[in-house]
Nanobody
Framework: QVQLVESGGGLVQPGGSLRLSCAAS????????MGWYRQAPGKQRELVASIPSGGSTTYADSVKGRFTISRDNAKNTVYLQMNSLEPEDTAVYFC??????????WGQGTQVTVSS
């Protein structure tokens, strides 16, 4: 069973930065597509960024140029570097692993609050 554990959320002022981490258990990390999603109160969960095992990354238009997703297959960890944070980025951020057609796994979420 795959487990995803997020960390790095918190309270930050507008314009600040945070780095989220997601550590995965198991041995399918390197062949899976990893992604970060977020859900704000009263809104649907949305894709923030994704990174396949090889190939180009994908970003939501709202975070392009501010967020960077990366992965370290040796550590089974995916990261989301968030810069120039805005109050609109406030949400619970979820880590996601997609393993072909065989598995779709979620972390428990980490709260990010951008406020002065």
């Amino acid at each position: 069973q795959v487990q995803l554990v997020e960390s790095g959320g918190g309270l930050v002022q507008p314009g600040g930065s945070l780095r989220l981490s997601c550590a995965a258990s198991g041995n399918i990390f390197s062949i899976s597509v990893m992604g970060w999603y977020r859900q704000a109160p009263g809104k649907q969960r949305e894709l923030v960024a994704s990174i396949p095992s090889g190939g180009s990354t994908t970003y939501a238009d709202s975070v392009k140029g501010r967020f960077t997703i990366s992965r370290d297959n040796a550590k089974n960890t995916v990261y989301l570097q968030m810069n120039s944070l805005e109050p609109e980025d406030t949400a619970v951020y979820f880590c996601n692993m997609k393993w072909s057609i065989f598995g779709d796994y979620w972390g428990q979420g980490t709260q990010v609050t951008v406020s002065s």
